[in-house]
């Protein structure tokens, strides 16, 4: 890098694109893992309930993230027993816990699923205070388990970095600073001020990191004026929105999530926030869309944890995303966020390891053979493509992000389906065999290997 | 003198009951239901400790957290930074350390009582909470800190076995004869004439003063072995739960803490014990079959104080002298 490279070269040479045109040459090549398999089971498969256990938030000011989660599982798990279960045979039986319960209740309900319920596949998980804490146990009690967020590095980085037992399907939270720094670098260059409110617990400060260490690459210059760092949980905003206003910041970011980000923006408004600088959050509208008023402020880059949202890939490109859609409001009246999508994945990702497994072991197959299917598993869901690296269990899909608009189509604001942003993943992940860093892998490695454009 | 040696006689031979259920149960139950025990013991420690503030010497400590908290993260730090694993350091290091608070803490609460008392306990525990929730690069922050499983009296798990039978078998017998010691001490500490002078002070400070107690001085001494009491029970906590974060520090766990000793009956020496093993049960059952757990721990609360102040073993002890006398 001994030349100077300019942002737009580099943003180019990352394959960011905007709006719809990336995923057309995809689409159609593949079918859905929705698909049953046509083939009978071998062997005999016993008939015995598969039990499993599912764990999001169904109280609190985190529920209108989480408890959609449940509702994407439950959709997977009703097609799946529609067809007669798994292999035909187990029809799936959910048991559910409430993640507002604290960590350490989390950690007793866990064991008592497994022990005491005898459950075979864990699912779920919301927040990253709770998969560094799960995910220990859960290889303790060898127990079979898809994280479906919980996104934290510091889950395989530091608590469980050689995972045999559990996987998570969900993008890896370092590419939800750092799709926030390039959407925020391709549309606004000319930010030099930065005001922060993250949530004061290591998803916040994992944001506010990746974020900073991206946007120092990519926009030189910039500095942060101001930093707020509320409680997960808060709904009063007021002290640190009046704060980030008195920083006379040219962008504010942030990455308050759920009931607290529905609140936070409402406090906003009456500030006229949204008037005195440009916005660019990680994770705004990775509640249940229909939580987002049309009040919300239209063209900031209103965050989606990096993973999905309903509108897009846009209808009849990519079917995969209309049909899941169309059953998930037939079911539910309501539209899908990225947990819902993340879950209703997660299950169909694992009846197709199972069915793999079976092929090749005939009856039904231990839990050894269906980690070896899920394992380097690539399949598409309705977000794209997605890919379980073998060596850290971790799902990867392309990070997207986008901006806000109302239309006419739906009584909430939406993100503008044609000007969607799209970074493949491994441009902003930190590729396998990368040494473990501090805080996280991909931020040495961003700091490492990307240069300072000129 | 006749209805004492019946009574104590009754008293040994359900104890001796009790016991011999205790040692067997890891055979009888399946591991889960074991390790919940343990979770209820370990608690239990905790609330006897407790209880010596609220039941023998009249002051509601609200901040208790401090103390169960401070016992676990002093394992997690000998952990992290002495990479020692030995149960029996994480013990004595969580003792001193909740002790060391204590006795900080107590230097300053002691000098006030009733509500003054317990305000200044629940704000003091809160500092040390948000010391962990900040210092996140010595604490782990909200993710905390892991500890691994312990070797108990020099013997380490063997390699490959089963952490949930290590921890329903061996480490469950561990926590009971530690459980069993405390209890003893306990008992001998409240009916030893410090224990008695403790209930005087409860009972009329002014007229304790005047026989010659040294009333804060008791007192201090009382947060103490109350603090390293319930320190002792989160460094045997922290091993079970594989992990220690924040929330144990939190004043919403004080308030467990108080739930526990209200729960099985302050006024009586083995009614925390029983409200910590009880309460261990309700909120692990609730959280695990309805989304309404809050709701049924709010109604059983109500419904304690409403109609039940004595508690448990209160309420228990009255219905069985009621059916004496009626008999």
């Given at each position: 890098?001994?030349?100077?490279?300019?942002?737009?070269?580099?943003l180019?040479?990352?394959?960011?694109?905007?709006?719809?045109?990336?995923i057309?040459?995809?689409?159609?090549v593949?079918?859905?893992?929705?698909?049953?398999?046509?083939?009978?089971?071998?062997?005999?498969?016993p008939?015995?309930?598969?039990k499993?256990?599912?764990?999001?938030f169904?109280?609190?000011?985190?529920?209108?993230?989480?408890?959609?989660?449940?509702?994407?599982?439950i959709?997977a798990?009703?097609?799946?027993?529609?067809?007669?279960?798994?292999?035909?045979?187990?029809?799936?039986?959910?048991?559910?816990?409430?993640?507002?319960?604290g960590?350490?209740?989390?950690?007793?309900?866990?064991?008592r699923?497994?022990?005491s319920?005898?459950i075979?596949l864990?699912?779920?998980?919301?927040?990253?205070?709770?998969?560094p804490?799960?995910?220990?146990?859960?290889?303790?009690?060898?127990?079979?388990?898809?994280?479906?967020?919980?996104?934290?590095?510091?889950l395989?980085?530091?608590?469980?970095?050689?995972?045999?037992y559990?996987?998570?399907?969900?993008?890896?939270q370092?590419a939800?600073?750092?799709?926030?720094?390039?959407?925020t670098?391709?549309?606004?260059?000319q930010?030099r001020?930065?005001?922060?409110?993250?949530p004061?617990?290591?998803?916040?400060?994992?944001?506010?990191?990746?974020?900073?260490?991206?946007?120092?690459?990519?926009?030189?210059?910039?500095?942060?004026?101001?930093?707020?760092?509320?409680?997960?949980?808060?709904?009063?905003?007021?002290?640190?929105?009046?704060?980030a206003?008195?920083?006379?910041?040219?962008?504010?970011?942030?990455?308050?999530?759920?009931?607290?980000?529905?609140?936070?923006?409402?406090?906003?408004?009456?500030?006229d926030?949204f008037?005195?600088?440009?916005?660019?959050?990680?994770?705004?509208?990775?509640?249940?869309?229909?939580?987002?008023?049309?009040d919300?402020?239209?063209?900031?880059?209103?965050?989606i944890?990096?993973n999905?949202?309903?509108?897009?890939?846009?209808?009849?490109?990519?079917?995969?995303?209309?049909?899941?859609?169309?059953?998930?409001?037939?079911?539910?009246?309501?539209?899908?966020?990225f947990?819902?999508?993340?879950?209703?994945?997660?299950?169909?990702?694992?009846?197709?390891?199972?069915?793999?497994a079976n092929?090749?072991?005939?009856?039904?197959?231990?839990?050894?053979?269906?980690?070896?299917?899920?394992?380097?598993?690539?399949f598409?869901?309705?977000?794209?493509?997605?890919?379980i690296?073998?060596d850290?269990?971790?799902?990867?899909?392309?990070?997207?992000?986008?901006?806000?608009?109302?239309?006419?189509?739906?009584?909430?604001?939406?993100?503008?389906?044609?000007?969607?942003?799209?970074i493949?993943?491994r441009?902003?992940?930190?590729?396998?065999?990368?040494?473990?860093?501090?805080?996280?892998?991909?931020?040495?490695?961003?700091?490492?290997?990307?240069?300072?454009?000129? | 003198?006749?209805?004492?040696?019946?009574?104590?006689?009754?008293?040994?031979?359900?104890?001796?009951?009790?016991l011999?259920?205790?040692?067997?149960?890891p055979?009888?139950?399946?591991?889960?239901?074991?390790?919940l025990?343990?979770?209820?013991?370990?608690?239990?420690?905790?609330?006897?400790?407790?209880?010596?503030?609220?039941?023998?010497t009249?002051?509601?400590?609200?901040?208790?957290?401090?103390?169960?908290?401070?016992?676990?993260?002093?394992v997690?730090f000998?952990v992290?930074?002495l990479?020692?694993?030995?149960?029996?350091?994480?013990?004595?290091?969580g003792?001193?350390?909740?002790?060391?608070?204590?006795?900080?803490?107590?230097?300053?609460?002691?000098?006030?009582?009733?509500?003054?008392?317990?305000?200044?306990?629940?704000?003091?525990?809160?500092?040390?909470?948000?010391?962990?929730?900040?210092?996140?690069?010595?604490?782990?922050?909200?993710?905390g800190?892991?500890?691994?499983?312990?070797?108990?009296?020099?013997?380490?798990?063997?390699p490959?076995?089963?952490?949930?039978?290590?921890?329903a078998h061996?480490?469950y017998?561990?926590v009971?004869?530690?459980?069993?010691?405390?209890?003893a001490v306990?008992?001998v500490?409240?009916?030893?004439?410090f224990?008695?002078?403790?209930?005087?002070?409860r009972?009329?400070?002014?007229?304790?003063?005047?026989?010659?107690v040294?009333?804060?001085k008791?007192?201090?001494?009382?947060?103490?072995?109350?603090?390293?009491?319930?320190?002792l029970a989160?460094?045997?906590?922290?091993?079970?739960?594989?992990?220690?974060?924040?929330?144990?520090?939190?004043?919403?766990?004080?308030?467990?803490?108080?739930?526990?000793?209200?729960l099985?009956?302050?006024?009586?020496?083995?009614?925390?014990?029983?409200g910590?093993?009880?309460?261990?049960?309700?909120?692990?059952?609730a959280?695990g079959?309805?989304v309404?757990?809050?709701?049924?721990?709010?109604?059983?609360?109500?419904?304690?104080?409403l109609?039940?102040?004595?508690?448990?073993?209160?309420?228990?002890?009255?219905?069985?002298?009621r059916?004496r006398?009626?008999?």
């Open positions: 890098m001994a030349e100077d490279t300019s942002r737009r070269d580099f180019k040479s990352l394959g960011v694109t905007v709006g719809g045109a990336a057309t040459a995809a689409a159609g593949v079918s859905g893992p929705a698909k049953a398999e046509a083939q009978q089971p071998k062997g005999t498969i008939d015995k309930p598969f499993v256990g599912h764990m999001t169904f109280t609190g000011a985190a529920a209108v993230l989480g408890e959609p989660m449940y509702k994407g599982h959709l798990a009703e097609e799946i027993n529609a067809q007669g279960g798994l292999l035909g045979k187990r029809k799936i039986e959910t048991i559910k816990a409430d993640e507002a319960a960590t350490d209740a989390n950690v007793k309900e866990m064991r699923m497994k022990l319920e005898n075979e864990f699912t779920g998980v919301t927040s990253s205070g709770n998969t804490a799960l995910g220990p146990v859960a290889e303790e009690l060898k127990l079979m388990t898809i994280f479906v967020d919980g996104c934290t590095d510091f395989w980085d530091k608590a469980v970095p050689n995972p045999h559990i996987f998570r399907i969900t993008n890896m370092s939800d600073g750092v799709t926030a720094a390039v959407g670098a391709m549309t606004w260059p930010v001020k930065i005001a922060h409110i993250h004061d617990y290591s998803y916040g400060r994992n944001a506010f990191d990746h974020f900073t260490v991206a946007i120092n690459k990519l926009v030189p210059g910039t500095k942060v004026v101001s930093e707020g760092w509320p409680k997960l949980g808060t709904t009063d905003f007021t002290s640190h929105i009046t704060k206003i008195s920083a006379k910041p040219d962008l504010l970011v942030s990455s308050v999530w759920g009931g607290d980000y529905v609140a936070m923006y409402k406090q906003a408004l009456r500030y926030l008037k005195k600088m440009k916005f660019t959050s990680m994770i705004a509208f990775g509640v249940a869309p229909h939580a987002i008023g049309k919300h402020p239209q063209g900031v880059i209103a965050g944890h990096s999905y949202y309903f509108t897009y890939p846009t209808s009849n490109r990519w079917p995969l995303n209309d049909t899941f859609v169309k059953k998930y409001y037939d079911r539910w009246k309501e539209y899908p966020n947990q819902s999508e993340g879950a209703y994945v997660a299950m169909h990702m694992f009846t197709m390891a199972v069915e793999r092929k090749l072991t005939g009856g039904w197959p231990d839990d050894d053979a269906i980690i070896s299917q899920l394992e380097g598993l690539s598409s869901g309705p977000a794209g493509y997605i890919h690296r073998p850290n269990h971790q799902g990867y899909k392309d990070a997207v992000t986008g901006f806000s608009i109302n239309t006419s189509d739906y009584d909430f604001q939406i993100l503008d389906p044609k000007r969607m942003i799209t493949p993943i441009n902003i992940t930190a590729p396998p065999g990368w040494p473990k860093g501090e805080p996280t892998s991909t931020y040495t490695w961003i700091e490492k290997t990307w240069p300072k454009v000129a | 003198m006749t209805m004492v040696t019946v009574l104590s006689r009754r008293l040994l031979l359900s104890a001796a009951v009790i011999a259920l205790l040692v067997i149960l055979s009888a139950l399946d591991p889960y239901q074991t390790i025990l343990s979770y209820g013991l370990i608690f239990a420690i905790a609330a006897l400790g407790f209880n010596l503030l609220l039941g023998y009249g002051l509601l400590s609200f901040g208790h957290s401090a103390y169960f908290g401070m016992g676990a993260y002093a997690a000998i992290k930074y990479k020692i694993t030995s149960m029996e350091v994480f013990l004595i290091g003792i001193l350390a909740s002790a060391a608070v204590a006795a900080l803490f107590g230097f300053l609460c002691v000098r006030y009582t009733r509500i003054f008392f317990g305000i200044l306990t629940l704000a003091l525990s809160q500092v040390l909470w948000s010391l962990a929730f900040k210092f996140f690069w010595v604490t782990g922050g909200t993710d800190l892991r500890v691994p499983t312990p070797s108990l009296l020099g013997m380490q798990m063997a490959g076995q089963d952490k949930m039978t290590f921890l061996r480490y017998y561990y009971l004869i530690i459980f069993l010691a405390g209890l306990m008992w500490i409240v009916h030893s004439p224990g008695k002078a403790l209930q005087a002070i009972d009329n400070e002014t007229r304790a003063e005047f026989v010659g040294q009333v804060r008791y007192r201090f001494v009382a947060f103490l072995i109350s603090g390293a009491y319930t320190g989160g460094a045997l906590w922290v091993p079970l739960n594989g992990l220690t974060t924040p929330e144990i520090l939190h004043w919403t766990f004080s308030g467990k803490i108080v739930f526990f000793t209200v099985g009956g302050f006024q009586t020496f083995v009614g925390p014990i029983i910590a093993v009880v309460y261990n049960y309700l909120e692990t059952y959280v079959h309805t309404y757990w809050q709701l049924v721990l709010g109604i059983v609360l109500v419904v304690l104080v109609a039940l102040p004595a508690g448990i073993v209160g309420t228990a002890k009255r219905l069985g002298l059916l006398r009626a008999a």
